[in-house]
């Protein structure tokens, strides 16, 4: 049976050079050494490959420069909840298969690890300036939200309105505060929850860095998608299921959960990459 397909969006790639990568380790390739522009432009001398240092991992490919990049995805059930989740993801890179190579035969970049943090796909010149969970806003400001035992009291003290998250009403808070009055919000919700109760109640600063932006940009997507740009870069961030990852992905690498990255050819005889997670076997827990 034929997988069914729905568009998730698109993406650029301005530098010739497309990345899907794992999020949480996105800003850490600067530290290692190179830039991940650099690393990224010597793997795709043949087309494309594998980048891995320490715990960054990402692939790179050659794509077109001059327009969107239209990025699908299948879905299978997840074993959490049977809520849809990524099966392949599917981006489109814009190029002609070539001529001398076999159409029928995927050549296999390497495998990924699906990040409990999520997955980015983007130019990587673009994501070289990508900002980490503690780097400082680019627009300076930031959300707070607060949840737990004593919300409803904290809510009858201090409001805030509800921030809707993947379907459901979320924690009580307040989006787009300048940096200061987010920190001051979350220093008096603190003093008071340690005044009365003690403990019971969670608060959170998000300061709108480019990992929380993809995240937020994701909220109201089934399959917790979000677009952003990076770098004057669109980029397609993907966040995953807490409960799905720690069935289906839990150990990561190291536990031996990687899956395939191939190249292959579209119907139209352009080049796609694909990163293809098997649906998850009830049967193999069994045995």
């Known amino acids: 049976m034929p997988e069914t397909f729905v568009d998730l969006g698109s993406v650029n790639a301005p530098s010739g050079v497309l990345v899907l990568g ?7 390739w600067r530290e290692l050494g190179q830039p991940l522009s650099e690393r990224a432009r010597a793997a795709t001398s043949s087309g494309g490959s594998h980048l891995r240092e320490w715990l960054c991992e990402a692939v790179a490919v050659l794509a077109a420069d001059d327009r969107p990049l239209r990025v699908r995805a299948s879905t299978s059930p997840s074993p959490f909840d ?28 390497g495998d990924l690890p699906v990040d ?40 009858a003290q201090f409001g805030g309105e ?30 008071w929850r340690d005044r009365l ?6 608060v959170s600063i998000d300061k709108h860095t480019d990992f929380h932006r993809f995240r937020r940009a994701g909220w109201h997507h089934p399959l917790h998608v979000g677009e952003i740009e990076v770098g004057g870069c669109q980029v397609l961030g993907i ?6 990852h720690s069935i289906r992905h839990r150990g990561e690498r190291d536990a031996g959960q990687v899956y395939p990255v191939t190249l292959e050819a579209d119907e139209a005889g352009e080049m796609v990459m694909r990163w293809t997670i098997p649906p998850y076997d009830f049967d193999g827990e069994d045995k």
């Open 82 to 109: 049977e809520e849809p989740t990524i099966a392949t993801l599917e981006i489109s890179l814009g190029l002609p298969w070539p001529e001398t190579a076999d159409r029928s035969v995927p050549v296999r970049l």
């Open 22 to 28: 794992m999020a949480g380790w996105i800003d850490h």
């Open 116 to 155: 409990r943090c999520g997955m980015v796909i983007g130019d990587a010149a673009g994501l070289d300036v990508w900002t980490r969970m503690d780097d400082e806003p680019a627009d300076g400001l930031a959300d707070v939200a607060y949840w737990g035992r004593y919300e409803n009291d904290a809510y």
């Open 162 to 191: 509800r921030i809707a998250q993947y379907g459901f009403d979320g924690p009580h808070g307040w989006l787009d505060l300048p940096l200061a009055e987010a920190a001051a919000r979350a220093a008096e919700l603190t003093a």
């Open 239 to 244: 966040e995953w299921d807490q409960g799905d």
């Open 197 to 202: 109760h003690g403990k019971g109640l969670m």
